[in-house]
């Protein structure tokens, strides 16, 4: 009898046990912090703690209001409309039509992939607060700064967020000193936003690595995933110019990483993506002088234009590309059923006339064909003016947040090696799917005059790239949610295999703008950096706190049908059946 009792506590408890520490709480568990417990926290933080509450609240049952839910549905596709809440879900197939301004008032406003708690940090200790509640409390913890992860990484259910939007100072420093490097650089806060950057370094005469999108922050997932923007064919790729970071760990330790101090955990921000392996409070980066830019875009509708002449040209510009990327220019373009584009062109450094004789040939062609283009060349005279001009007007710049993405390197190489197929691809996805192809041509090659400031981990594929091909899907937030679904798969199940088909099979692919449901992510996101990078991840977060789809070491756990984040690995119930 009293041995039966015996069992059975014993069975309870390891059932208790096993399911507290296998998975993160939620709300509702009975293993859920208590109103007290976040009243706290929030003393703890000074009074930063949210609870977060889905922006599109307004557009169902009691809370419903006509007005502020018009305006939401009209401004969804602004990351603006985003960006002044830690928890709005960005990427659309994570919105999962839980609480959305396109249903009706009757439809459901469910939290969802919806975080339930932020801390706005102010601070490191804000920070190591956090680190510490999540942990304590087995709540899923999630580091946040503008949301903008097309995979999800900086969102989850149940999740308490750091975000870092106010940590968004910049600090520029005349003359750095290191046994690496001597000349300017700006210590930029995690929250800081490319137009806030561009600004900063502006207003002391210099410029510095930025993305295209003028909403995307500089430090977080950007940087820390390689980051390549207008000026990289010239300087390289944001993470190359990282000096040192301020980092808080997963001990809630507060720590600089550097070629110097730590590290490995230097090199593994520096490229092995966002999100894993600490916080990163500030980086300090290198900044050029700032000068001359040129830049250009052209444009021509395929209205009157045959579609075998449309890539025909496309072929023309693959092969000029290498050479124009070698110039120090860097571009975009993009064939859609609608139109032939390339937006921007920049070119660092170059006069407009310098910038047309490199687009000569290409114009040409267009000249013979007898096509009626658009076309604009022009000088300006620093980077803040072409931004400004080219991806602004800031701060909404030209980019939608209506958008599911997929991504794959073209290597150099392959533009002799694989041109028809590449051509074909091309040509099959944009005529047969919902998909067209932005092609991000740049040269990050590392050279005598253009070197990280030191190893960093970088996928090593990216050097040989010549061309960041991403597949791009607008999500059409009015049609079903089932349609949407289905062209979704098709983005991952059909579009990006007919890419992969066209390239070699170890070109890589960009982790920032990958595809939903990836599953080759370790090999095609970190190559042979993998390993080392999960070493350094185990070293600094041997719990894995820290945990974001696809990040180095994500693998340790699994989100479950309710989105209840859960660890993959069985050693902890092991631990408990050997006890
Ligand atoms: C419209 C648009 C245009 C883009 N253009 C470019 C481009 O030109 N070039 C380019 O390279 N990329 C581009 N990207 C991709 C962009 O780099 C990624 O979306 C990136 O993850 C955004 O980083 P974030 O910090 O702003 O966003 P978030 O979604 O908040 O964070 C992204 C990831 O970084 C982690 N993270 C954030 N802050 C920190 C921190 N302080 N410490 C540790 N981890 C952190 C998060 O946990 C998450 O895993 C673009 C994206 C969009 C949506
Ligand atoms: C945290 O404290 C601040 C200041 O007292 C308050 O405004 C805020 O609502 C609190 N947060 C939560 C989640 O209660
Ligand atoms: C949408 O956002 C823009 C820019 O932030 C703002 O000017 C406009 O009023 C908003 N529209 C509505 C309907 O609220
Ligand atoms: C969307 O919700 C369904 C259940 O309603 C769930 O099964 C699915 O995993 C969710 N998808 C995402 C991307 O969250
Ligand atoms: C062209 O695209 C369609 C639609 O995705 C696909 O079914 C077909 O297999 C593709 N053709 C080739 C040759 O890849
Ligand atoms: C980049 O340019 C350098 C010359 O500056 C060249 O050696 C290298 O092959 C180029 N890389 C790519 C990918 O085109």
């Not at 069992?7 to 912090?33: E, F, K, M, N």
């Not at 609480?99 to 804000?126: L, Q």
């Not at 995933?225 to 990282?242: I, K, N, T, W």
């Not at 597949?471 to 949610?481: K, M, N, P, R, Y």
Request: hydrophobic share 40%.
């Amino acid at each position: 009898m009293e041995l039966n009792v015996f069992v059975l506590l014993l069975a309870v408890s390891y059932y208790v046990v096993a399911r507290v520490v296998d998975c993160r709480t939620l709300p509702g568990d009975v293993g859920w912090p208590s109103r007290e417990d976040w009243m706290n926290l929030n003393a703890s933080v000074h009074g930063r703690l949210f609870s977060i509450v889905p922006l599109a609240t307004v557009c169902h049952g009691a809370n419903f209001d006509p007005e502020q839910c018009k305006a939401l549905r009209e401004n969804w596709s602004s990351y603006l409309t985003h960006a002044e809440t830690a928890g709005s879900v960005i990427p659309p197939y994570y919105q999962n039509q839980t609480c959305n301004p396109f249903t009706t008032r009757s439809s459901r406003c469910e939290m969802g992939n919806h975080v339930s708690y932020a801390i706005r940090a102010g601070s490191a200790k804000d920070i190591a607060s956090g680190i510490k509640f999540a942990r304590d409390r087995n709540v899923r913890l999630v580091i946040r700064n503008t949301g903008h992860d097309f995979l999800g990484k900086s969102i989850g259910r149940g999740g308490l967020a750091i975000w870092t939007r106010d940590l968004n100072k910049a600090e520029f420093i005349p003359s750095y000193r290191s046994a690496l490097y001597e000349g300017p650089a700006m210590k930029l806060g995690a929250g800081i936003r490319a137009f806030e950057a561009v600004e900063a370094a502006h207003s002391n005469k210099v410029r510095l690595i930025t993305g295209y999108c003028s909403t995307v922050g500089i430090v977080g997932g950007f940087l820390q995933g390689g980051g390549s923007g207008p000026l990289s064919s010239v300087y390289g790729l944001a993470a190359d110019q990282v000096l040192e970071y301020e980092v808080v760990t997963a001990s809630g330790e507060v720590v600089t990483a550097s070629p110097f101090e730590h590290k490995e955990l230097y090199w593994a921000l520096s490229g092995g993506g966002g999100g894993t392996f600490g916080i990163v409070v500030s980086a300090t980066v290198r900044v050029f002088e700032d000068g001359r830019m040129g830049g250009a875009k052209l444009r021509f509708s395929r209205n009157n234009v045959e579609s075998d002449t449309v890539y025909d040209l496309l072929g023309s510009l693959l092969d000029l590309s290498p050479m124009l990327a070698e110039a120090g220019l860097q571009f975009a373009f993009q064939i859609t059923p609608a139109a032939f584009e390339i937006t921007p062109i920049s070119a660092p450094g170059l006069s407009s006339d310098a910038l047309s004789k490199l687009l000569e040939p290409f114009v040409s062609r267009l000249d013979q064909e007898g096509i009626d283009y658009s076309y604009q060349v022009s000088t300006l005279p620093d980077y803040k003016s072409f931004y400004e001009i080219y991806l602004g007007p800031t701060p909404e710049g030209p980019y939608r947040a209506n958008v599911q993405v997929g991504s794959r390197f073209v290597p150099r190489t392959s533009l002799e090696t694989h041109r028809t197929k590449i051509i074909e691809a091309t040509r099959n996805i944009t005529e047969n799917t919902p998909v067209y192809i932005v092609f991000h041509v740049a040269n990050v090659t590392q050279t005598s005059v253009k070197k990280p400031v030191s190893d960093n981990a970088v996928l090593p594929q990216w050097r040989q790239t010549i061309i960041h091909a991403m597949a791009v899907l607008a999500w059409d937030f009015e049609i079903a949610q089932t349609e949407m679904l289905s062209k979704q798969a098709e983005l991952t199940e059909s579009v990006i295999p007919q890419l992969r088909a066209a390239l070699p099979p170890d070109s890589g692919t960009y982790l920032n703008e990958a595809e939903v449901g990836i599953s080759t992510w370790k090999e095609d996101f970190f190559g042979d950096n993998y390993e080392k990078l999960r070493q350094v991840k185990y070293k600094y977060d041997p719990e894995d706190l820290f945990y974001a789809s696809t990040a180095v070491g994500s693998d340790a756990w699994w989100v479950a049908s309710d989105g209840r984040l859960c660890r993959a690995n069985p050693s902890n119930v092991l631990r408990f059946r050997e006890l």
